[in-house]
């Protein structure tokens, strides 16, 4: 069984940076990328960045030259850079494992447990 831990949310000001891990057990070997989501209270969840096994990345573009994603393969672990954050990034975070071709990235039914991520002004 497939699963997903997720650490490193926090309270942080704006402008500074926090990094999130999340570490990956189970039968997710048909499952070549790895992704980060977010949901701010009263909205959906939305897709933040996602990375295939072989390094392919993608962005949500309001994170793009401020979030990194990269992954540990040999620990089945991914990892979000977060700087530069606003209070606009005030989410849950949650990590899934899934699928991506031709740019797009497909999600499993297997999430984490989500962390908090606060951005204060």
């Known amino acids: 069984q497939v699963q997903l831990v997720e650490s490193g949310g926090g309270l942080v000001q704006s402008g500074g940076s926090l990094r999130l891990s999340c570490a990956a057990s189970?039968?997710?070997?048909?499952?070549?990328?790895m992704a980060w989501y977010r949901q701010a209270p009263g909205k959906q969840r939305e897709l933040v960045a996602a990375?295939?096994?072989?390094?392919?990345?993608n962005y949500k573009d309001s994170v793009k030259g401020r979030f990194i994603i990269y992954r540990d393969n040999t620990k089945n672990t991914v990892y979000l850079q977060m700087n530069s954050l606003t209070p606009e990034d005030t989410a849950v975070y949650y990590c899934?494992?899934?699928?991506?071709?031709?740019?797009?990235?497909?999600?499993?039914?297997?999430w984490g447990q989500g962390t908090q991520v606060t951005v204060s002004s």
């Open positions: 189970g039968g997710i070997d048909s499952h070549n990328s």
């Open positions: 899934n494992s899934g699928v991506q071709f031709s740019g797009t990235y497909y999600a499993s039914d297997y």
């Open positions: 990375i295939e096994r072989r390094g392919t990345r």
